[in-house]
Structure formats: structure tokens, C-alpha cells
T-cell receptor, first 114, second 112 residues
């Protein structure tokens, strides 16, 4: 069984501050995929990033960056120079490579104040 | 190119009733997955359909059933509604075997 834990329930920052979202996961599978999704008030889940378990290279994509550490089962996500439009609920998710269902964390609500 | 669409947007039902939710996948996609998202929680996988058959199922009772049509659209049926079935129901479509899908806007179901 898979488990995804997002310990932070809510984060509030002032515009232009950086925001880091924590994600810790549990899985017995040796190969798996990790995701971050954003859910704005409209409700639709928007894909942000995906990582394979065998690729621990951390990257930056625009204002988004992520830190994947297999040794600690963590997949943290950072928004640099936050903007009001970044206000949303952010979900970390996991799926094994031989499975099709996504297991989501409980989400972290990010509020960016102007 | 339309993305994933779901209908209706909102609906209100009474305990014990039955409900049908609909999903049209993104053009070119052949696989549909359904998720239930209770208020304040992350989405929970209900099941996935491919080639008109249920390919995988999450931990949901038999009251939850589905169907996929030849045009790849899908329905989610919930019988004998309970108050706890109140949630946002999300549909996601993808190509078979893909790890990444597109989510629809969801259907907000309220059971009173």
C-alpha cells in the first residue's frame, strides 16, 4: 500500500516570498512515480511536475523547483517568488510503476497575500 | 481541443437515492479514472476503465459502479446514497499505460 503525508495543513506568505511544501511517502515498490498537483478554487487538478523514482536529479522549471531524496522518502516542492495566483491547495501524489491509481496526500493550502 | 469534461457541475440528492455522473475524456484518450474528494481531503481512487472494462478498483463498496462506452466516455453510478458520499467527484483521462492524466473540473455532489 502507498501512503503520502503532507504534514503542513496551511501556509500563508506575503507575495514574493518563497514557499516550500513538504511531502513524505511510503511505498514497498522499488520503482514509482511522484507528482505535484495544484487545485485552485475552481476545483480542477492541474499537473505541475512528475518524477521517476530512478531519477533523483532535482530541477528547476520557472518558479518551481523540487527536491527528491529517495533516502528519506521525501519529495519537496518550492515556489520561488510567490504570487497571489499561486494561492491554491497543493497535492503530492504517488503511483507505483506497475499500477495506475494515484495515491494523494491530504494537501497543503497555500495563501499568498499581496 | 476540448479537455476532460464532466456533467453535471453540481447536484443535490437525498439519502437512499441513486446518482449518475458523466465524463467525456480528452480527445485521443482511451482510459478514464474516477476519484472521490471529500472536503478538506485528497482525492481517493475509485476505479479505472479501459476498453469498456473496469481495470482497477480502489477501496470503495459495490454501491459505486461504472461504465465506459465505445466512444471512451464514462459514467459513475452510486446507489443508496449516504451522507458520506457528499464530495467532489473527479474524472481523469489518459492514454492506456500513461502515468499522467488530465483531470476534469469535477462534479460536486451533495447528499442531504
Amino acid at each position: 500500500a502507498q501512503k503520502v503525508t503532507q504534514a503542513q495543513t496551511e501556509i500563508s506568505v506575503v507575495e514574493k516570498e518563497d514557499v516550500t511544501l513538504d511531502c513524505v511517502y511510503e511505498t514497498r515498490d522499488t520503482t514509482y512515480y511522484l507528482f505535484w498537483y495544484k487545485q485552485p478554487p475552481s476545483g480542477e487538478l492541474v499537473f505541475l511536475i512528475r518524477r521517476n523514482s530512478f531519477d533523483e536529479q532535482n530541477e528547476i522549471s520557472g518558479r518551481y523547483s523540487w527536491n527528491f531524496q529517495k533516502s528519506t522518502s521525501s519529495f519537496n516542492f518550492t515556489i520561488t517568488a510567490s504570487q497571489v495566483v499561486d494561492s491554491a491547495v497543493y497535492f503530492c501524489a504517488l503511483t507505483p510503476s506497475n499500477d495506475y491509481k494515484l495515491s494523494f496526500g491530504a494537501g497543503t493550502t497555500v495563501t499568498v497575500r499581496a | 481541443d476540448a479537455g476532460v469534461t464532466q456533467s453535471p457541475t453540481h447536484l443535490i440528492k437525498t439519502r437512499g437515492q441513486q446518482v449518475t455522473l458523466r465524463c467525456s475524456p480528452k480527445s485521443g484518450h482511451d482510459t478514464v479514472s474516477w476519484y472521490q474528494q471529500a472536503l478538506g481531503q485528497g482525492p481517493q481512487f475509485i476505479f479505472q476503465y479501459y476498453e469498456e472494462e473496469e481495470r482497477q478498483r480502489g477501496n470503495f463498496p459495490d454501491r459505486f459502479s461504472g461504465h465506459q462506452f465505445p466512444n471512451y466516455s464514462s459514467e459513475l453510478n452510486v446507489n443508496a446514497l449516504l451522507l458520506g458520499d457528499s464530495a467532489l467527484y473527479l474524472c481523469a483521462s489518459s492514454l492506456v499505460g500513461a502515468r499522467l492524466g488530465d483531470f476534469g473540473p469535477g462534479t460536486r455532489l451533495t447528499v442531504t
